[in-house]
């Protein structure tokens, strides 16, 4: 990937003179120990959440002629950067972005039986050395990550190494001894969920591989169409050189990746599809993107924003917190994807249990999380995404109490673009996974003031999660049960964190041993403020939550 690798230098230079001053947000950060336990993250579609640059909705001469959002709608690099610098990121309090894949993606499209759709979603690969013009810039990416950065924010990659996109019109198959075409994944063993194709027309890279393979050939023609063959051969050569590893089209993705890591100190990786590919192999791409992070972090002292190892998100799909092993879909092989480099994996059973009892779930959660056999580790929760067919509330009637459960959960919270909002989970005309995907409707928020008033509710909730790792990464311990109140409490080194929330509409507030006597405390819900008095607190005002904190 020696061709933009000049240009990544050049930009960050600029963006080293030119960035700008860090933000209130950015210095909380300084104050507050960051810790992927306590993660409010934004998973955003980024074709789908804003257009920056309108010029680059159409490349590779795709069309509009897609069914019901399955085609490009326009959102790009450039979209999410504008939002960054408008501050909506932080007065969220999120702390962490993750987008959809941006590599390029195949430049035809498929009609998989709900009409014909594009790789609008960035899961179809064509190019692991480029970005997608439809989406964005070399440039655009590094000035993003700076920005970010600036603002305390950390940005998580997506990343596919199971599969590359379907074959098109316009998009050959890659070599037979890079794929596999079938059978088709039956799901019923450890072997039917991997060796295999997800679906019908999406070939499977060959994981399993240790054979030496040439480049594709598709790839070998891009190449020196675009005159950098030469350059990515040099980087190739050397790469297998230095690590020893055989030319096997795992590695040579690997190395793809890792090279993101490395140019523009990428803080994490959401992995695609783990659990369709041997559990081994995550463990090999964790020790190359974990030193790639490190060699950026010693050679950008002033830039990085911290010493914390990349964080490694697994989508090990049916995943849930209660059992650190996963058990393979009909197979009962028992596999601890924790033990392959993976931090966190994502909790698809809170969705499910965010209408349960607050103290059950919260109780629970903080247990597991605090035991010996989680040190160190995490999950992430969340009650929306963009291919989870069983969503809870579609119409988004109950979105802020839900929002409450997630920003309050032990544990990292996952925010899908619209959640702050309540986008609307079903669209007409809509079928599969497509009506999970609409844009976010930004000039609906202009005027709809049930909008307004749902984001301002997640913007508090978001802050309080921010600013207080007790949240996400602390102890929890229930106060009373009526009015529901509960403390949290985390310490780390020299510094300490605890707060108190009640769920419950209350003017009195008890606070147990959480704060002393006759010191003053903040409801940083309602910004009103109060004395404890023996044990308790009196608020002035109405408000339909608590959350107290020094």
């Known amino acids: 990937m020696r061709l933009f690798v000049p240009l990544i230098v050049l930009i960050l230079a600029f963006f080293a003179c030119e960035a700008p001053k860090k933000t209130s947000e950015s210095q909380t950060e300084k104050r507050t120990p960051f810790t992927w336990q306590n993660a409010n993250m934004y998973f955003l579609m980024t074709d789908r959440f804003n257009n920056g640059d309108t010029t ?39 702390n962490a972005i993750w987008m959809t894949p941006v590599f390029e993606q195949v430049k035809g499209s498929v009609d998989e039986g709900y009409g014909r759709q594009y790789a609008f979603h960035g899961y179809w690969m064509s190019d692991w050395t480029n970005l997608d013009p439809n989406f964005g810039t070399m440039s655009e990416l590094a000035e993003l990550i700076e920005k970010a950065h600036a603002s305390g924010i950390r940005i998580v990659f997506d990343l596919v190494l199971n599969h590359t996109g379907p074959v098109t019109e316009f998009d050959p198959k890659y070599n037979d001894d890079w794929v596999r075409t079938g059978p088709q994944c039956s799901y019923q063993s450890y072997e039917s969920t991997i060796s295999c194709t997800l679906v019908e027309n999406l070939p499977d890279i060959l994981t399993n591989s240790d054979v030496e393979v040439e480049l594709p050939d598709l790839l070998v023609a891009k190449w020196k169409e675009e005159g950098r063959y030469e350059q990515e051969m040099r980087e190739l050569n050397d790469f297998f050189m230095k690590t020893g590893l055989p030319r096997a089209p795992r590695f040579y993705i690997m190395k793809w990746i890792a090279d993101y890591v490395r140019a523009f100190g990428i803080d994490g990786l959401r992995v695609d599809t783990v659990k369709h590919v041997e559990e081994s192999v995550w463990g090999e791409l964790y020790e190359l993107v974990a030193k790639a992070l490190k060699d950026w972090k010693a050679e950008n002292e002033e830039a990085k924003l911290d010493d914390l190892d990349i964080f490694y998100l697994g989508e090990v799909y049916n995943y849930a917190i209660y059992n650190k092993e996963f058990t393979m879909d009909g197979g009962g092989e028992k596999i601890d994807y924790y033990a392959q480099g993976f931090n966190s994996l994502i909790n698809f059973a809170f969705k499910r249990e965010v209408i349960k009892d607050p103290e059950e779930v919260f109780s629970t959660y903080s247990n597991i999380l605090n035991s010996p056999e989680w040190e160190g580790l995490t999950t992430i929760n969340y009650i929306a995404s963009h291919d989870d067919g069983t969503v809870l509330d579609r119409e988004r009637v109950q979105i802020r109490d839900f929002g409450t459960m997630l920003m309050l959960v032990p544990g990292g919270a996952q925010v899908y673009y619209g959640d702050e909002l309540g986008r609307k989970l079903f669209q007409e005309e809509a079928n599969g996974d497509a009506t999970l995907r609409s844009f976010m409707p930004w000039e609906e928020l202009k005027t709809n003031k049930n909008m307004q008033s749902t984001l301002v509710h997640w913007q508090k909730l978001g802050q309080f999660r921010r600013d207080h790792p007790s949240i996400g990464a602390g102890k929890h311990e229930m106060i009373v049960p009526t009015p529901y109140t509960f403390k949290r409490s985390f310490s780390e080194g020299d510094y300490s964190d605890a707060v108190v929330v009640s769920m419950d509409k209350t003017k009195i507030v008890n606070v147990g041993n959480v704060f002393a006597n006759g010191i003053e405390v903040k409801d940083y819900y309602s910004g009103a403020t109060a004395i404890v008095n023996e044990g308790n607190v009196l608020f002035d005002n109405e408000s339909e939550l608590r959350l107290i904190a020094l």
Do not use: C, H, P
């Open 56 to 94: 680059n909705d159409w490349s590779f001469n795709r069309k509009d002629d897609a069914a019901k959002l399955r085609g490009f709608m326009g959102g790009d690099i450039k979209g999410v950067i504008q939002k960054l610098e408008e501050g909506y990121f932080t007065d969220l309090g999120i």
